[in-house]
C-alpha cells in the first residue's frame, strides 16, 4: 500500500502509470476480441436508398483502410433500414440500444430520422455520428457533448447559395422544396442570406415528402415569372423534379439553382437535363486536392462507381470514429476523451480539410459548382469556412 503511495506521488510515475493502464485496457479489449459494435441505421429503400448505400460504402472503405479494425478492435456492423421514416425512428434507434448493444450509432440521411435518433442518444449517453442528415436542430437546441455530425447544417448550402445568388444581382426568387425539416430549413438560410443582399422570395412552394407529383407547383412557377428559382430536392425526387422542370420548359427561360443535393447522385440519371445547373455544396467532382485524388481512385476501384457527396460523408464519419475511439484507447464509454479529441482534430476529408465547431457540426468551405459532362464541377468558394450559427445550443 505504502509504496503505491510513495509511486503516484511522482508525476512521471503518474504518466508511466496511465500509459500502462491504457495499454492494459486496450489490450484487455483487444485480447477478450470484444468486438466494437456499430448501429449503421440508414435508408436502404425508398427515394433515398441510393443515398444511404453511398454513406455505407464511403464508411467501409475507411475501415479497410484501418484493415478492418478500430483502435485495435475488430467492427462488427449491425445494419437497419429506417426507411426514411421518422415514425419507426425511435424504435430503431432503441432496438439497436438496447436489444443489439451497440456501442456507436452512424445514421441517417432523412433530417426527421436524425432528429428522433439525436433525442435517444442524447438521452442514453450512446455516441452519435450524424453522416448525412443536416436537421440544424441536431448541432443545435438538441446538441450534446456525445453527438457529431460528418456532413452540414441544412441551413449552410441553403445560405451560401442566398448570397450567390443576391451577389448575381437576382431580384425575385420562388422557392420550392419538400415539407420538412431538409426542405424549410435550406430555404430558411437561402432566405435569409437572398434577403439580406437585397433579394426577395416572392413565393415559398411545398409537397410533402417524398411526392414527386410537381406539376401543378410548375405551373405555378410559370405563371410567377420570378427572376430564378431556389430548390432543395436531393435523391429519386432530384432526379425526377430535374427532369420534369426541363419538360415543362422552364429550364430555358427561368435559372434554376438549388443546393448541391439536387445533382449530386444523380446526374447520370438526369442526363441533360441537368447541364448547366448550379448548386452550393461542400463537396465537388474536381477538387483534386491530394486527399480526394485518394479517395476518388480508392472507391471507383473498389466500388465501380465514382464517389458523390454522400460517399464522403460516410468515410469521414468512420475517420470520426477512429480519431474518438483511438484517443479512448478503443474504449467507447470514454466518451469525454473521444470528445476532446474530435474536437482538437483537423479531419483530413476529401472536401478539404475541416474541423468541427463547437456544436460539433463542421466549419467548411461552401463550393459553387455547375454541372458539366456529368460532373459538378468546381466553379469557386460561395462561402469560405462556413459556421452553422448552432441556435438554441447550449453545451
Ligand atoms: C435531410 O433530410 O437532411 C437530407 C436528405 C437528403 C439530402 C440532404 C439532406
Known sequence: MKATGTFLQSPVSKTLLAAALALISTASFAQAGTKLKIGLMLPYSGTYASLGNAIENGFKLYLAEQGGKIAGREVEIVKVDDESDPSKATDNVNKLIKRDNVDVLIGSVHSGVAMAMAKVAKDS??????????????????????IFRSSFSNWQPGYAMGEVMAKKGIKKAVTITWKYAAGDETVRGFKEAFEKGGGTVVKELSLPFPNVEFQALLTDIASTKPDAVFTFFAGGGAVKFVKDYAAAGLKKTIPLYGSGFLTDGTLDAQGADADGLMTALHYADNLENTKDKAFRLAYAKTYKLQPDVYAVQGYDAGQILGIGMRATNGDASKKADFAKAVEAAKIDSPRGPFSLSKAHNPVQDIYLRQVTAKENRLIGVASKALVDPARGCKM
Not at 450524424?130 to 436542430?137: L, R, T
Open 125 to 146: 449517453g450512446t455516441l452519435l455520428i450524424v453522416p448525412n442528415a443536416g436537421a440544424d436542430a441536431v448541432t443545435g437546441a438538441m446538441c450534446a457533448p456525445n
